[in-house]
Structure formats: C-alpha cells, structure tokens
C-alpha cells in the first residue's frame, strides 16, 4: 500500500519514507543515528479542517486517520479511546474568583474515561498497537513507570502481539496483574525507571525485539497531538494554558507536534503556556527549570539537569529519575511561557478529596497532581484573569491501592449505635475547602 506520510529526522532533515522502514532501522535515522522524528503526511493539512469540524460525533481516535500513522483500517485495534469528555469545572473557577479575584476558564480532558484502561496512554496503545499489527510485528518490549506497559498490554493482547514490560521495583502491583493478567510477559526489576530502562533495552538487543522507543516515539506523538484536535472539535475557545503531570513528558511534545500541522492553517494563533507539574519527591526537571530561571536562563541551561536516582515517591507512575528530554521539552515550555513546578506529595490526596466531594470522581495520584498544580499556579500568579485552562486528568484510581485507601478519613467500625451519628455534609465539604485553603496559605 502507497505510503501516506513520511518521517523527517530532526537532526539532519534526512526523510525516511515509512514506518517499515523505520521499524527496519531499529527506529533510528539511517544517515546520523538521530531519533528525533517528526512525521509528515503528503496530503498536507488541509483536510484536517474537516475533521475538527464542530458538531461531529466521532467514536474514538481513529476519526482522526487521515493524520494518525496507520495506512490501513483494517489494521485498527481499539476500545474507542481519545474521545472523552472536556467538561467545565466551575467549583475551581468560583474558587480562583472568590479567593483570589481571577477570572478564569477551567477545562478538564476527562482522561481517566478513556475505555481501554482508563489513562491517557490508551491513546497510544491504540496507535501502537495498530501499527505494530500492520507490519507484522507479534513481539515488542518496553519499560515504563506503568501506565504505559498497562495500556500496551491491552492493546497489544486484542492485537495477539506479545509484550515484555520492564516495570520499576515500586510500580504498583495492580499494574503488575493487569499487564499478566493480559497474557504478557511483566519484569519487575529491582531497581528504578532508568534501571528497567537499561534491562529492557538489553533484552531487545539480545532476543532481537522492537523495543517501544520512550518519549519521543512519533507512534505516541502522533497519537497524544489529538488532543489539541480535541480542543479544536469541541471547545469554542482555545485554550490559553494546559496543565498536566509530567513524568517523561509525551504528552506536551504531542501538543508541540500539533502545532507544526495547525499553525499555518491559521487553525490556531498562540501556543497555550505549558504548565507541566512534577512530583515533589521525583523532580528533576522542575528542579533543573526554577535553577535555569532564576538565572535568567544562561548559556547551555537547557542541559543542566539533576538525576534522582531511586525516587521515594508514592506516585511512581511518574517516576522519570533521568529526564532525558528535558534539553528539548524545556526549550518547548519557555517558548510557550510556561514553567515546570513541583506539587508537593504530601498534599495530593486532599485535593483528590475535594475533586471527589466536588465532582463525584475518584482519581488517582497521577490525576490529583496537576490539580494541585492548577491551585499552585493560581495562587503563584501563573493564571492571568481571561485565561482558559484545559487540565490533563490522566488517570482513575484503578492503579494504586495504597493512595486509593488514603480517601478513608474515619474508621468505619463501631461497636455501638451512638457512635454512629447523621453526617451534615455540606459541612464536610467546606472543611475540605477550609483543608485546601491552608495548603497554600
Ligand atoms: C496519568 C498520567 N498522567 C501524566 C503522565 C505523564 O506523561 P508524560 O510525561 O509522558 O507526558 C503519565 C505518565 O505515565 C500518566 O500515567
Ligand atoms: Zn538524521
């Protein structure tokens, strides 16, 4: 079948013309070794205007194949991820006005509904696994905090391809049962991120496998870029800022990519200011950008980047000790006027609370995060009256118990009927507001 799309190498221009071939070249640029690609498609974007049309009612990514890395729909595998709901989250909004005299709009992508496995990395389990499907590959490897190797391992099973997922020493145990309980082969590797990185990379090398190819992999590029499509399809404005937990960092360079397509098309104007949001426990890109910036971003800051090795976080989904692309993804975030903040851990399950008493959500702490992100930024100045926020919420509580036990406030047993008084609810509700409003004072 004719090639639709071809990809360019960033370091050298150098064009390859298809993903067979880029498979076949171990996923690297066959003139410089680069591995930075960005993919273009010969039909120009144009169309695409269609598509973002409001009104439509698309069931899941795949709307979207004209611009998504797959020549054959027959190749499709999907459980209808990528088409979820923004909904308007005016509890937050009526904060940022009341407290703070700001006025803003606040967007929430609701990721967590995503049908496959209930994170934002469905999206590229759909594209991935599609694209694997269409050249012949049944065996893949990867390393990830979690999420990642979750929704490969479903994607990948309804696919019949075999996965080998290389997981930290901490990655939840519920994500270790799902990627076995799919019929994939899981590697909990005694030590961290980097350290399953290394074991993963060897084992491709050795059993000669594709190895999923880490942040900058266009398969999870093109994929994470339909989001801004999203925005485009379904909001009447485009947002000013978006806010999202930041663990490698796939999610801003799909919205990076997006702008190279829309841009000329005058679809968009302004690129939304990235405000990315690490956890405080494991945060060296964070780290690395307050210290570029309040140096006024000298000569070379951009490759100035701590390493946390072994991170003792209690969010290991987003446990990206060594943040390799930082150098490029902080270049992207000062272009757009954004920042890199760190959320203090220790606070993420009160603002879970309150989303949960508030919006009838349970969300894990991948998904808290950014929402207290979203509260730092507005008491830290980085909202501006007029701005529109869309938030990424990535994830549900599915994966880690031991954060989903921290909803429980009170102990549930009793021994007799006077202990068990009526709840005035409403009342909880503002002590949790009361809870959110020390946090930041
Ligand atoms: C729920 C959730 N949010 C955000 C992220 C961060 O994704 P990235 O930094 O790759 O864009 C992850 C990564 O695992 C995640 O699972
Ligand atoms: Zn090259």
Redesign the pocket.
Known sequence: MKSKLFLQCRECNHQIPDFKTWFSNWQKCDQCGGHKVIVHYHSGYEPLKKLVRKGLEPKNIWHYFDYLPLLDKKNIVTFNEGIVPIERWDFIERYAREVLNLDCKIYVQRNDLNPGTG???DMAGTVVASALRENRYDNYVVAS?G??ATAYSKYLSAARIALYAFIPHNSSILQEAHIGGYGQRVFRVDGDYEAAKTMAVEFAAKHRILLAAG?FDPLRIEAKKTMVYEWLRVLKDFPTVYI?????????LGIEKSFMELEPLNLVSHLPRQILVQSSKCAPMAIAWEKARNSNFPEGWQNDYPIIKKPQTTIP??ATGNPKTYPFLSQFVRKTGGDIIAGDESKVIHVARLIAMERSVLVGP??ALPVLGLFQALHSGRIFNGDIVVLNL??GVLREPDFTQKYITKKPMITKLSECQPLKRNRKISQQWQKIAQLFT
């Open positions: 994170t934002f990395k905090t999420n990642i942040n999202q937990a930041l663990s490698g960092g796939t999610g801003p989904t987003l991948a998904a990535g994830e």
